[in-house]
């Protein structure tokens, strides 16, 4: 075994060519085993000198070819302009700052709304609406006719879409199923 770097870099520059067309039929690339055999120099200038080599031809195509591998990684892992642009284009759906104060300003006013109907029909408003119970149900536990639940929740709504500046959309299409 003999001092590695002075004698690792002349076998190199002495074998160049043969060196470059191996590695360009294992790489099926002229230009990537150009840029490996060229970095293998680089590193072989900076390698400690005390290394012992037992195969100086196999380490340096060696060394190449995992430089090879490393650079193609390192392209590989980056990410293409589309990529980068997908990212970037994803949109955010939690709300913003403003759109929060704005929605906590909304349940206040509807809390303020509600606290101004009568206790029953906010009882109704509130099992059929928010709970989902069917309103024959209301009607059973309130122990009053399924007609008095159905006035009492529009009157709810009604003035709940006043109070709060909304339009109350009426549905068409004649009577609704009773559950």
Known sequence: ?????????????ADYERLCRSLALRLKSKDSAS????ETFLRLDRMNSDVQVQSPKDYIFR????IAKNRYKAENCRATAAQVEAILD???EAPDPARIVEARSEIEALKRVLRE?????REILNAISIEGIPPREV???LQVSLRTV???LKQALEHCAERLGYKLSRRSGGPRQRC
């Open 1 to 13: 075994m003999t001092d590695a770097q002075p004698r690792l870099r002349d076998l190199l520059a």
């Open 35 to 38: 840029e490996a055999l060229h």
């Open 63 to 66: 060394a190449a070819i995992n």
């Open 90 to 92: 994803i949109r955010d």
């Open 117 to 121: 109907l009568p206790a029953r029909r």
């Open 139 to 141: 009607a059973a536990r």
């Open 150 to 152: 159905e006035m009492d």
